[in-house]
T-cell receptor
């Protein structure tokens, strides 16, 4: 099946720094990818839809200047958490469609800890 | 307001027991998916159901899509510790242009 890979799987950074997370589709092209945030034992919260070659579509309440998304190619989307603060600590997951209707393939997730 | 509701939210059972997880909505879904997520990993697709009344089996897991395509259930027979995880239902409707996720059911199977 389709494979989506994220990197890094975990990152620790100091408050005020920026962190970039990569999401790659390994064996297929993805014009659209999705970024989620997840808190412990809770469901996925969609942050934004990443569109190849155009601006991302952000969900209500998600700061676009805080969470920069770039989808420069059909196999790579990046999420940059700018000026990170401890409250940004979370598990970030990306996904891409590639199977049947509504089916998503997820990356392994990236655990961000901001000190 | 959650478009997709799941119950129960948390479930802790002994190995060998059976269980059922429910996913309900007032909306009609074109298709509905079930995912399992283990701690520290991304969700993994288990099944997709698209036809009202459809039943699919995956080893000890049985998935059912409601006749009206508004609800679904996941039944696990003889649960094993390896079944432990967060079970998420998700679906796409004609009303929304994105996949909607339920709140999840956290399952713990105790050896």
């Amino acid at each position: 099946g389709a494979v989506v890979s994220q990197h890094p799987s975990w990152v620790i950074c100091k408050s005020g720094t920026s962190v970039k997370i990569e999401c790659r589709s390994l064996d297929f092209q993805a014009t659209t990818m999705f970024w989620y945030r997840q808190f412990p034992k809770q469901s996925l919260m969609l942050m934004a839809t990443s569109n190849e070659g155009s601006k991302a579509t952000y969900e209500q309440g998600v700061e676009k200047d805080k969470f920069l998304i770039n989808h420069a190619s059909l196999t790579l989307s990046t999420l940059t958490v700018t000026s990170a603060h401890p409250e940004d600590s979370s598990f970030y997951i990306c996904s891409a469609g590639g199977g049947g209707p509504g089916e998503l393939f997820f990356g392994e997730g990236s655990r961000l800890t901001v000190l | 307001t959650q478009l997709l509701e799941q119950s129960p939210q948390f479930l802790s059972i002994q190995e060998g027991e059976n269980l059922t997880v429910y996913c309900n909505s007032s909306s009609v879904f074109s298709s509905l998916q079930w995912y399992r997520q283990e701690p520290g990993e991304g969700p993994v697709l288990l099944v997709t159901v698209v036809t009202g009344g459809e039943v699919k089996k995956l080893k000890r897991l049985t998935f059912q899509f409601g006749d009206a395509r508004k609800d679904s259930s996941l039944h696990i027979t003889a649960a094993q510790p390896g079944d432990t995880g967060l079970y998420l239902c998700a679906g796409d409707t004609t009303s929304y242009d994105k996949v909607i996720f339920g709140p999840g059911t956290s399952l713990s199977v105790i050896p």
